[in-house]
């Protein structure tokens, strides 16, 4: 076997990741040394991924030396990496094949843009304990990583819960908030019912196979010999278990508020990547340790990924808060990921492997995709957040003026997000929409039949995440400021400004030339099909994505791009010649009249009342277009998925006549969590009941269970079995 | 004929009278003398046994006993006694005549339920372990029928004396690390519970655990 082989700069770059751990006393310094490792390890993992694991790290100068130095010799050819320890059963393995690599790229690339982003984040959010932040920051990032790699069941447990326990105490990062421990409380509770569920799934693989190793399960899977009971048992397992994690749609109560809680950096990462490990995971089991299902196991997850899809972005649209919308977001591109997951699974158990390579491709765009657009956003409502101290969109306007790089940075994440054409959201969102229609030949007639509705669920979806992020956009950037924070705010320190900036490069670049990503996706989705599809989807140009055998789809980023700046040329000159291009500057929602006191009353008063005047100016502000108002036809078309508690409170009950000062409340809950509550509560006051009963507070009784108990067991034994 | 054998099962017999008298007992302190008294006559049944079986580890099992159970427990329940100065009488819930009822009824069930073959291996005394049976099941009952924490502290000490008894009945004695563990074991419990009556009378002001009830909610 290939037990204790592995090589040089695996050990080098663990030996790496301890460093910001301990210079965690210097905040700064240590989070600059963590980007700079996160990136080397990126590029590492990236190259490793196109040359292969094993070449590259022979490929590389001094990596014989490094083999040397720690005692290895010529041993490290493999791609796959095992301790054994004492205890039975438990030996940390790692597997370093394309799909983990893939993922373990990604991983730590954001880990590089979070860190980054982090060294003037935290000193423009006035954390106090700045060193446990970078301590678990890194820890949450390196857990990550050895979750994706873990080739073996239980040592994947243990790092799933350090994974799940580091990023409970980052949500709870702010803990003197009542908010914080609320969602942080339900996130442990939510993520632990989760990990039962995972640990059913792995018992039960191992009284299949009898090991723990992801090795015997894939052999488990080649041999086809789990029964049909058994794979429905292990579906449903892995739904619940890693869906909790990645919040589909019965179990994503958790996601809308832990998220937004932890502080921005931690929530690009939770929300860009932490989510899509249980996506791996998924993948894992349903082309590897599964094989062989009929396609209703697809279809389910189809199901749910619509539903999913549909719930988050009719929430997203409501929301008040800005991170809490981003949140919602990433629930709604978890349905549409697990749509293309379904997708994918439907083709491969009707043996379509390329059109199934297709939808695995697209899948995998995705996931790349929004880990980079849900990156940006998260960081740039970090941005915001940390300048104007709120996340509450009702506050924040007129950003666009104060702070312009990051408005031009969050517009392009906005912009992907939406899917529109120039950025990369569009491409993937394209290809899974694409192998959707592709879902029409196969040769099943209720999925024939669903097609078109799935189809136009994902077109409405489109639709409504596009009203989302307006929203997000249009409220908080545009228009006057609503408050003082809003009214004061800059633009954040430079290295903020640039982890975006990378990000939202990268989210053009993939957007016009999508073939880049498409690189190493192909490799891991050739680990899985078999099949190299990158010739099909990208040919000639460079630039077209598309599947010649089902002619159905072609299309150019490019070509897309050079239309549009066409066809704004076009409309440019058409204004430029036939138009009145005369530019005049007004103060914003003036309607364009010169005279300022037309709109501010109270422009000319004495220094000694310049903050009097301030709020009054809030004031009027607030009658602005609010994100309330914004979302109320969606509230009202439909009322009955939300759990909204809207009123209208007299402040002063004397004044109710005249000018009486009113105050609007919103609350936008989940509905589910609202089912789950109510629930919960008609539950737990009948178990509570019987309680009560049983368990009196007398100690004498307590020891009279026990002993009834025992004189039962006796006289039971004494009749049946006389003998020992 | 008083054989080797016969005398384990007297002395066995002896641990479990001195448990029925703890129940009739009125004063704690009294209690403790009874609990010493019964841990005397446990220490000479191992002894014996070891006499009988030849097996050097019962001698320090029964040293053990003798050293912990004898000295070291009543020494320290005798001070917890003094320190929280408890000078009133037992309080039970089933007063002192239905309890000795109750335990010969007990006694009548422990031997009633052994009294097949029951076991195939050999016995050191045969009527030991009923007997045994009884004394555990006797310290379980004190331990519900009184109020007073100490006292259930005693019904613990006589059910744990029981279980040595019972085991070294059936297994002519169990392996040393496992008895020095539950020495030790008994040993330690009992000194938190004692600290643990010093805080119960303390914060409640008695040691009636029925008022504890009122930590509900």
Not at chain 1, 673 to 693: D, G, P, Q, T, V
């Amino acid at each position: 076997m290939q037990d204790n082989t592995l090589n040089g700069i695996s050990i080098l770059f663990l030996f790496l990741l301890l460093i910001p751990v301990i210079i965690s006393f210097n905040p700064r310094l240590s989070l600059i040394f963590s980007s700079a490792i996160y990136l080397l390890l990126s590029v590492f993992l990236l190259f490793s991924l196109l040359f292969g694991f094993t070449k590259l790290s022979l490929m590389l100068p001094f990596s014989v030396q490094l083999n040397g130095l720690f005692g290895l010799g010529n041993a490290a050819n493999s791609d796959h990496i095992t301790y054994l320890t004492s205890i039975p059963y438990l030996n940390f393995s790692y597997l370093f094949d394309s799909l983990s690599l893939l993922f373990g790229f990604l991983i730590a690339f954001l880990g590089f843009i979070a860190s980054l982003y982090s060294v003037n984040y935290l000193y423009e959010e006035h954390y106090k304990n700045k060193s446990l932040f970078v301590i678990l920051f890194n820890g949450f990032i390196i857990s990550m990583l050895f979750v994706v790699f873990s080739a073996n069941g239980l040592s994947f447990l243990i790092f799933w819960e350090i994974m799940s326990i580091l990023s409970f105490f980052l949500v709870l990062f702010e803990y003197e908030k009542e908010e914080s421990k609320k969602a942080a409380n339900l996130y442990i509770i939510m993520t632990h019912i989760g990990t039962f569920f995972i640990f059913l799934l792995f018992l039960y693989m191992f009284t299949k196979t009898g090991s723990f190793s992801f090795e015997a399960w894939k052999r488990l899977g080649i041999s086809g010999t789990l029964s049909a009971a058994g794979m429905l048992t292990v579906f449903i397992l892995t739904l619940l278990g890693f869906g909790m994690k990645a919040g589909i749609f019965p179990l994503h109560v958790w996601l809308p508020k832990a998220h937004p809680e932890a502080p921005s950096g931690v929530s690009a990462l939770m929300s860009g990547i932490m989510i899509k490990t249980a996506i791996y995971m998924m993948l894992r089991f349903y082309f590897e340790f599964m094989k062989s299902y009929g396609w209703g196991f697809g279809f389910t997850i189809l199901l749910i990924g619509a539903m999913t899809l549909i719930y988050g972005v009719l929430n997203a649209g409501i929301q008040d808060n800005i991170k809490r919308l981003l949140a919602y977001s990433s629930m709604e591109n978890i349905g549409i990921m697990l749509m293309a997951l379904g997708l994918a699974m439907i083709f491969y158990s009707q043996g379509m492997y390329l059109l199934c390579a297709f939808a695995l491709m697209a899948l995998l765009f995705h996931i790349m995709n929004h880990a980079l657009f849900k990156g940006l956003l998260f960081l740039g409502s970090g941005a915001i957040a940390s300048q104007t101290h709120t996340k509450d969109m009702n506050k924040l306007g007129g950003l666009i003026k104060k702070m312009p790089k990051v408005s031009f940075i969050f517009l392009i994440g906005v912009l992907s997000a939406a899917t529109l054409p120039p950025f990369n959201g569009f491409v993937s969102e394209w290809m899974i929409y694409q192998s959707l229609l592709m879902a029409s030949s196969v040769n099943v007639e209720i999925i024939r039949i669903f097609t078109p509705i799935f189809a136009s669920v994902m077109a409405l979806a489109g639709g409504l995440a596009a009203l989302a992020f307006v929203k997000a956009y249009g409220i908080s950037f545009l228009g006057r400021a609503r408050s003082q924070g809003a009214n004061n705010a800059k633009e954040p320190p430079f290295l903020m400004l640039a982890s975006m900036g990378i990000l939202a490069f990268l989210c053009f670049l993939l957007g016009i030339f999508s073939f880049i990503g498409l690189i190493p996706i192909n490799k891991a989705v050739k680990e899985i099909t078999n099949i190299s599809i990158y010739k099909n989807v990208a040919i000639s140009y460079g630039s077209i994505v598309t599947l010649p055998k089902y002619s159905m789809g072609v299309i150019s980023p490019i070509g897309l791009l050079l239309a549009g700046i066409v066809f704004i040329g076009a409309i440019y000159l058409f204004i430029k010649i036939f138009g009145n291009m005369k530019t005049k500057v007004f103060e914003t929602f003036a309607c364009g009249l010169e005279n300022k006191n037309v709109y501010n009353v109270n422009v000319n008063v004495s220094d000694a009342q310049l903050i009097g005047q301030d709020a009054c100016e809030i004031k009027s502000n607030c009658s602005q277009y609010s994100s309330a108002g914004f979302s109320q036809p969606l509230r009202r078309i439909f009322s009955g998925l939300y759990n909204i508690k809207e009123h209208l409170i007299n402040e002063e009950y004397k004044r109710k006549y005249f000018f009486p000062v009113k105050n609007y409340v919103f609350k936008a809950g989940d509905l589910f969590e609202y089912f789950y509550n109510s629930f919960a509560e008609k539950f737990l006051e009948k178990i509570s009941k019987l309680r009560a009963r049983i368990q009196g507070g007398v100690v004498q009784t307590y020891i009279a269970y026990i002993v009834g108990t025992l004189i039962i067991l006796l006289i039971w034994f004494s009749w049946f079995h006389h003998t020992l | 004929m008083l054989n080797i054998t016969s005398f384990i099962e007297l002395m066995g017999a002896f641990v479990l009278f001195f448990a029925i008298l703890q129940t009739a007992s009125h004063r704690v302190d009294f209690s403790i003398k009874v609990y010493s008294i019964q841990s005397l006559f446990l220490s000479i049944t191992i002894f014996v046994m070891g006499i009988y079986s030849n097996n050097a580890e019962l001698y320090l099992s029964s040293f053990l006993t003798f050293a912990i159970k004898v000295i070291a427990i009543p020494y320290f329940l005798n001070k917890v006694t003094k320190r929280i100065s408890i000078r009133e009488k037992i309080v039970p819930y089933i007063n002192m005549t239905n309890s000795v009822l109750i335990t010969g009824a007990i006694t009548i069930f422990a031997f009633f339920i052994t009294k097949g073959d029951f076991a195939s291996h050999e016995f050191i005394a045969r009527r030991v372990f009923p007997t045994a049976l009884a004394v555990i099941l006797i310290g379980v009952f004190i331990m519900i029928a009184r109020k007073k924490a100490i006292i259930q502290i005693i019904g613990f000490l006589t059910l744990d004396n029981g279980i040595i008894l019972a085991a070294t009945s059936i297994t002519k004695g169990l392996p040393l690390v496992v008895d020095i563990g539950v020495f030790f074991d008994v040993f330690i419990g009992a000194i938190m519970a004692g600290v643990l009556i010093y805080r119960i009378r303390t914060s409640f002001d008695s040691l009636d655990t029925s008022k504890m009830s009122n930590l509900k909610e």
